[in-house]
């Protein structure tokens, strides 16, 4: 697990492989093969983009998680979100919109081909 820890401050691009908890200052743009756990003094302006994310702090900007986005009590996040499972406990502030959907992209059904009826009959 990767952290960023209280009283730290990072700007930019952040590009990490496995999981990362954020208790200081991150402003930019993170991408996370895994979690994004963003903890009571964690504080993020940007853009999320990760497997899952707790967010227990403070968000103001996009999170685009493939699975899970849980939103603890006392969070705030300001931004829209997209995930597959969303979790919002009591006392969370979240102003955006929520786009949730099992896969990227809906199933093609393709129909039956139907045979031609023949013109001499």
Do not use: W
């Not at 820890?5 to 930019?12: D, H």
């Not at 969370?92 to 013109?119: H, I, L, Y």
């Amino acid at each position: 697990m990767n952290l960023l820890g209280k009283g730290a401050f990072f700007n930019g691009e952040l590009k990490v492989t496995g999981s990362i908890r954020i208790d200081g200052e991150f402003e930019g743009k993170m991408e996370v093969s895994e979690s994004v756990i963003i903890g009571k003094t964690g504080r993020i302006k940007g853009t999320v983009i990760s497997k899952d994310a707790v967010i227990g702090g403070n968000l103001e900007g996009n999170v685009d998680a493939s699975e899970r986005i849980e939103l603890q009590s006392g969070s705030h996040l300001a931004g829209d979100i997209t995930c597959r499972g969303l979790v919002v406990e009591d006392g969370v502030f979240f102003e955006g919109n929520c786009k949730m959907s099992g896969d990227k992209r809906p199933p093609t059904v393709k129909p039956k081909a139907v045979p031609e009826a023949s013109a001499a009959q």
